[in-house]
């Protein structure tokens, strides 16, 4: 992946930068951080194709057949797999009490919840929320570098995909799979997430595309603004991208591969 978007930068070419004689188009084009664009469009164009023809249909699938109270275990189940990584990201940014929280809902959810299963913590007080090491970067000031759009993975930026590794790394399924990429425990547990999150949002995204006249630039839109809101760590109750990947990449559309 590495490869793929340093492939990207070298043939794709910058986007021109506007006249310095005009500020308002050189507040514009550093606003949005996406200096790359011709090279992410043209992933985004690619991103759409595998969307439309493998995603969406394995999403609407995944709808028909899995019923909603099965649909709604898989996400607890994701959620509660992620705790550990959120709570070490709650440490690492020093917020004591929503790591206290985070704990306390690995433990409920394991054990009342019947190993994830089931998310009693909700109803004990204990509201969802997510937390990953792109965010933590955020939080010690690393700058977020330009934006960047993956195909199969969706918007992102160079300290995100870094922080996506370090999640990965840190997850304790990795010390259980031996760091085997190909697994077929983590093969598995990608696959639901990506089948989970796409059917949450197959109405939302195809509201972006029917009302947007640039597509592209909405969802680049929604994904900054949605990733400044996850730095802020706003104090609402249950955080829907608790129960996504937990990923930095893709985060404002709350999965990958949109």
């Known amino acids: 992946m590495a ?11 910058c986007a021109t930068r506007p006249d ?3 500020p308002e188009e050189v507040a514009e084009f550093e606003a949005t951080n996406d200096p790359i664009e011709p090279w ?5 164009v690619v ?23 099965i649909r709604t275990a898989v996400q607890n189940m994701l959620g509660n797999l992620r705790s550990p990584v959120i709570l070490l990201n709650d440490v690492l940014q020093g917020e004591t009490q929503r790591a ?6 690995f433990v409920l959810n394991t054990t009342l919840g019947v190993g994830g299963i089931l998310d009693v913590a909700t109803d004990f007080g204990l509201p969802a929320h997510g937390e990953d090491f792109g965010q933590t970067l955020a939080v010690w000031g690393v700058p977020e570098g330009p934006y960047i759009f993956i195909p199969g993975l969706g918007p992102s930026n ?33 696959g639901v997430q990506v089948l989970d999150t796409r059917e949450r949002l197959i109405e939302p995204l195809d509201a972006l595309r029917a009302g947007s006249i640039d597509p592209y630039a909405s969802l680049r839109s929604a994904y900054r ?17 608790a129960r996504g990947t937990g990923f930095g990449v893709g985060a404002g559309a709350q999965g990958p591969g949109l």
């Not at 699938?61 to 909603?68: D, G, K, T, V």
């Open 40 to 44: 992410n469009r043209a992933m985004f």
């Open 100 to 105: 206290g929280n985070t704990l306390g809902r």
């Open 47 to 69: 991103n759409d194709g595998l969307d439309t023809l493998v995603l969406r249909p394995a999403a609407e699938a995944y709808r028909i057949f899995i019923p909603p109270p």
């Open 3 to 13: 490869a793929l978007v340093a492939l990207g930068l070298l043939i794709a070419g």
């Open 158 to 190: 160079p300290r995100d995909l870094l922080g996506t590794g370090v999640d990965a790394v840190t997850n304790p399924i990795s010390a259980i799979t031996g760091g085997e990429i190909f697994d077929p425990i983590t093969v598995t547990r990608i």
């Open 225 to 241: 603004q949605r990733r400044a809101a996850e730095i802020r760590n706003p104090a609402s109750a249950g955080d829907p991208a």
């Open 20 to 22: 310095p004689s005009d």
